[in-house]
């Protein structure tokens, strides 16, 4: 439940991101779960990624390719 409006249900090994506003997260589970909640700043730079490499840019992305 976000801001009072009932979610969807999530299947197994899904993720969930939430906005940056409010404080409470309202949870309910019907049966023995696993939750990983992490928490940070934004980083709000624009990224890049290719497989498992994220840098700021494609240029980046391409010299560390070359340079491996």
């Given amino acids: 439940m976000v801001h009072g409006i009932v979610l969807s249900?999530?299947?197994d090994n899904q993720m969930i991101v939430f906005k940056q506003?409010?404080?409470t997260v309202e949870l309910k589970?019907?049966?023995e779960s696993v939750?990983?909640?992490l928490s940070g700043f934004p980083i709000k730079k624009k990224g890049?990624?290719?497989a498992l490499s994220v840098m700021n840019t494609q240029t980046e992305i391409l010299k560390a390719m070359h340079n491996y």
Wanted: charged share 25%; no cysteine; proline share 0%.
């Fill in 35 to 37: 939750l990983l909640i």
């Fill in 29 to 31: 589970s019907k049966e």
């Fill in 9 to 11: 249900k999530l299947s």
């Fill in 21 to 23: 506003y409010g404080d």
């Fill in 48 to 50: 890049t990624q290719y």
